[in-house]
């Protein structure tokens, strides 16, 4: 069975860098691309980033870029968004998604909370 967990959410201050980390459970084909995507509260589920297996190809949403990294690291099987200068309206829940043609699998969430 596939499954993604999301780890490293928490509580920070405005300013402040916070990592958190998505595992697989290592039963995914490979090659597939990895994102991550929010829900802050009251709004839908967006885009914030995504690599592709090899991490040649990394893409950002506007609202993020220049503040937040992802990254991979297929031996532990582990992709990583590392987030820098949060803002309060970066508070969220932070999921993962990992996707090989139509085969599309989530993690449950990490709550990333930004107080001003």
């Known amino acids: 069975q596939v499954r993604l967990k999301e780890s490293g959410g928490g509580l920070v201050q405005a300013g402040d860098s916070l990592t958190i980390s998505c595992q697989d459970s290592?039963?995914?084909?490979?090659?597939?691309?990895t994102g991550w995507f929010r829900q802050p509260p009251g709004w839908e589920r967006e885009f914030v980033a995504s690599i592709s297996w090899s991490g040649d190809n990394i893409y950002y949403a506007d609202a993020v870029k220049g503040r937040f990294t992802i990254s991979r690291d297929n031996a532990k099987k582990t992709v990583y968004l590392q987030m820098t200068s949060l803002k309060p309206e970066d508070t969220a829940v932070y999921y993962c998604?990992?996707?090989?043609?139509?085969?599309?699998?989530w993690g449950q969430g990490t709550q990333v909370t930004v107080s001003s």
């Open positions: 998604r990992s996707r090989r043609g139509v085969s599309v699998y």
């Open positions: 290592g039963r995914l084909i490979k090659p597939y691309i």
